[in-house]
């Protein structure tokens, strides 16, 4: 009878030993997930410019929280198996100096995410280029930099190999098409027309390419001709092939339909990277 009874408690001991360990496991991870979201919510919010900096933070924060809460937990859990804290911290801290002699990148993408954050290099919310990658930066954590590109797809950057960095302060790149019009009021506006329309075409059928609509700017004058047409994109960096290989071929193609002495010199485009003012950051 009385073996019967300890051995209830055994068991008894152990299912609340197992029970401790789900429930702890449980709100971690409940917990960890509250974190996660509440930053998201931060970092998609539309804040202005001047919140950057707090969001990068809070990026970098979360990721070092969930770690601390994982860590606390494994302990807590460990703890209830018999091992005391002290001998789990020091063999953590074994652990830890094994890993930074055995796997010293994982140290430079810690020291690498500090840096990030407070060298005021790049943050949350920023275009950049990073290691061939263009991007609006989501997240800097411990480890790795999380960049949106044009077409939605996450690029997690190990913060080690991040190396060179192409900020866009603006968030795009302006491309500037000039379509020199005929001297004919009545050509140049049915050629303003056609300009206007194949331009909206093209951002209609590749979005991914603009950050914006395409925008007329209106006409510059140029001596005794009718004037140059400006039409502005703003552009993902890198993008602008379509406007190069497609637009422009078909404007100077439907202005020479109006024009036979049109010349694809007529037709020419620039691009240039605006600068904030203001006292905000114009690193190019």
Not at 206 to 234: C, N, Q
Request: contains cysteine; positive net charge.
């Amino acid at each position: 009878m009385i073996e019967r009874m300890e051995s209830w408690l055994v068991g008894a001991g152990m299912l609340v030993h197992i029970l401790f360990i789900v429930l702890v496991l449980a709100a971690v991870h409940l917990g960890v997930r509250q974190i996660r979201r509440a930053s998201r919510r931060m970092s998609d919010s539309p804040l202005g410019h001047r919140m950057a900096k707090t969001r990068t933070i809070v990026s970098l924060a979360t990721s070092i929280i969930v770690f601390a809460l994982y860590f606390t937990c494994f302990g807590l859990i460990v703890k209830e198996f018999g091992l005391s804290l002290k001998t789990y911290l020091a063999s953590a801290s074994i652990l830890g100096l094994a890993i930074g002699f055995g796997s010293q990148g994982l140290v430079q993408d810690v020291v690498t995410g500090v840096t990030l954050v407070f060298s005021d290099l790049i943050d949350v919310g920023e275009m950049v280029e990073i290691s061939g990658q263009t991007g609006i930066v989501r997240s800097i954590g411990m480890r790795f930099t999380t960049l949106e590109t044009s077409m939605g797809a996450l690029v997690y950057i190990p913060n080690r190999s991040i190396a060179n960095v192409v900020n866009y302060p603006r968030g795009y790149v302006r491309a500037l098409l000039d379509v020199m019009l005929p001297l004919d009021p009545a050509l140049a506006d049915r050629a303003e027309q056609l300009v206007v329309a194949s331009a909206q075409r093209l951002h209609e059928q590749v979005p991914g390419v603009f950050v914006t609509p395409p925008s007329v700017e209106g006409h510059l004058p140029v001596g005794d001709t009718s004037g140059i047409l400006r039409v502005k994109f703003r552009i993902w960096p890198g993008r602008g092939g379509p406007i190069e290989t497609a637009l422009k071929p078909e404007i100077v193609a439907s202005l020479k339909k109006l024009d036979d002495q049109y010349a694809d010199w007529m037709v020419t485009i620039n691009y240039e990277a605006e600068k904030k003012t203001g006292g905000s950051k114009t690193r190019r």
